[in-house]
């Protein structure tokens, strides 16, 4: 007999859950529960050797494939939906480079495209049957004396299906940062990527970059329903900037948001809590449909209805935000334009911090001669 404690403990839950009855009707019913999963991100800031790090990644991912395990089977046996969604949060596997130099985290913390932390997360999406998104660093072995930030999103079969690179950040390398040659490899289309799964049209938007309406719009203007935010950030009982704008997001993209925030993290100097609770999903109206408080927690989980917001897409009115742009009317401005400078480190190494701050400098002062700022 299956006790409540069996179904908690991740061990054997999903197959306890598989024996409910409606779990036929669940699996068929086109809407379908995601969870932002609220994780502690086990920084490897802490270790000292290359080896240690890998270990301590793949034991994190362990920890995470159990609590996806009881996720997965608390839903069915709660609300009676399927866990099709799993958003992670932002460089859940590492924390952030500190007093490391952009070498020793590329080689720490920064994973190869077909290497073991891609396939351990790949049989986690496999054995539960869910998409699963998060944020990590990353090498690509096209610009070997970089690495990224990326934003991935893993199908059931075990398949990276969307891999979108983190277009504006302060210190990390984008592919702004390489623009030209970026573009002569992958081409536009791979900037901004939205797939069409079964479960919806999904794009992803890394961090700080939801403070930014033309990330979230590029992907809205392909269509995404869903925008996966992974992201790491300062937890308040106040409303935040970030808070804010995922709700701006949704509603100028008319699109769900599912934003997964760091349950602390640990084993760095920074007060582990700094960066906790505020994961949530948000809908297309702007409504926040669930949300979870401080540490680890499932509770941001939603049902997402992909049959009304498309309902809602084909409608006439005022409320039908993006069938409404003027779009040909802020080209002119955009074109005429120019704020960061593309190719700032095309064939050469990594900006230094000090670089990085430098080029944002030079921009202000750029716009200050043209009069934009006082």
Same mark, same amino acid.
């Given at each position: 007999?299956?006790?409540?404690?069996?179904?908690?403990?991740?061990?054997?839950?999903?197959?306890?859950?598989?024996?409910?009855?409606?779990?036929?009707?669940? +699996?068929?019913?086109?809407?379908?529960?995601?969870?932002?999963? #609220?994780?502690?991100?086990?920084?490897?800031? #802490?270790?000292?050797?290359?080896?240690?790090?890998?270990?301590?990644?793949?034991?994190?991912?362990?920890?995470?494939?159990? #609590?996806?395990?009881?996720?997965?089977?608390?839903?069915?046996?709660?609300?009676?939906?399927?866990?099709?969604?799993?958003?992670?949060?932002?460089?859940?596997?590492? /924390?952030? %480079?500190?007093?490391?130099?952009?070498?020793?985290?590329? &080689?720490?913390?920064?994973?190869?495209?077909?290497? &073991?932390?891609?396939? $351990?997360?790949?049989?986690?999406? #496999?054995?539960?049957?869910?998409?699963?998104?998060?944020?990590?660093?990353?090498?690509? %072995?096209?610009?070997?004396?970089?690495?990224?930030?990326?934003?991935?999103?893993?199908? %059931?079969?075990?398949?990276?299906?969307?891999?979108?690179?983190?277009?504006?950040?302060?210190?990390?390398?984008?592919?702004?940062?390489?623009?030209?040659?970026?573009?002569?490899?992958?081409?536009?289309?791979?900037?901004?990527?939205v797939v069409e799964t079964e479960i919806g049209r999904i794009g992803s938007v890394a961090s700080e970059e939801i403070l930014y309406p033309e990330i979230a719009r590029a992907h809205a203007l392909k269509g995404a329903e869903i925008l996966l935010h992974p992201t790491s950030e300062v937890g308040s009982p106040k409303l935040t900037v970030k808070d804010v704008a995922k709700r701006a997001r949704a509603i100028e993209s008319m699109a769900y948001v599912v934003?997964?925030?760091?349950?602390?993290?640990?084993?760095?100097?920074?007060?582990? $809590?700094?960066?906790?609770?505020?994961?949530?999903?948000?809908?297309?109206?702007?409504?926040?449909?669930?949300?979870?408080?401080?540490?680890?927690?499932?509770?941001?989980?939603?049902?997402?209805?992909?049959?009304?917001?498309?309902?809602?897409?084909?409608?006439? /009115?005022?409320?039908?935000?993006?069938?409404?742009?003027?779009?040909?009317?802020?080209?002119?401005?955009?074109?005429?334009?120019?704020?960061?400078? %593309?190719?700032?480190?095309?064939?050469?190494?990594?900006?230094?911090?000090?670089?990085?701050?430098?080029? +944002?400098?030079?921009?202000?002062?750029?716009?200050?001669?043209?009069?934009?700022?006082?």
């Open positions: 007999m299956t006790t409540r404690r069996d179904l908690i403990t991740g061990a054997g839950a999903l197959a306890a859950a598989s024996a409910l009855p409606g779990l036929a009707r669940a +699996q068929d019913d086109p809407r379908y529960s995601a969870c932002a999963l #609220q994780v502690v991100c086990d920084a490897v800031n #802490q270790d000292a050797t290359v080896e240690a790090a890998r270990a301590r990644m793949m034991a994190s991912i362990q920890r995470i494939g159990r #609590q996806i395990a009881t996720t997965k089977a608390f839903l069915r046996t709660f609300n009676g939906t399927e866990l099709k969604l799993v958003c992670l949060p932002e460089y859940f596997l590492t /924390g952030f %480079p500190l007093r490391e130099s952009r070498q020793e985290w590329k &080689a720490k913390a920064s994973i190869d495209i077909d290497g &073991a932390e891609y396939e $351990a997360l790949a049989a986690i999406a #496999q054995r539960f049957g869910v998409f699963l998104g998060g944020n990590l660093y990353e090498n690509d %072995p096209n610009f070997p004396e970089l690495y990224f930030q990326t934003n991935f999103l893993i199908s %059931p079969s075990g398949e990276t299906v969307l891999r979108y690179r983190r277009m504006i950040s302060l210190y990390t390398p984008t592919p702004y940062d390489v623009w030209e040659a970026y573009l002569d490899i992958y081409g536009y289309e791979a900037v901004f990527p934003s997964a925030n760091s349950a602390e993290i640990i084993g760095t100097p920074v007060p582990a $809590a700094s960066t906790d609770a505020m994961s949530k999903i948000v809908d297309w109206n702007g409504a926040v449909l669930a949300e979870a408080e401080s540490g680890e927690s499932l509770n941001a989980n939603a049902v997402i209805d992909l049959p009304e917001l498309r309902a809602t897409r084909n409608r006439t /009115g005022m409320a039908n935000l993006s069938s409404r742009l003027p779009l040909a009317a802020f080209a002119p401005a955009y074109a005429g334009t120019t704020r960061a400078e %593309p190719n700032a480190m095309a064939g050469r190494a990594m900006l230094s911090q000090d670089e990085a701050i430098a080029r +944002q400098r030079a921009v202000i002062e750029r716009m200050r001669s043209e009069g934009v700022l006082e």
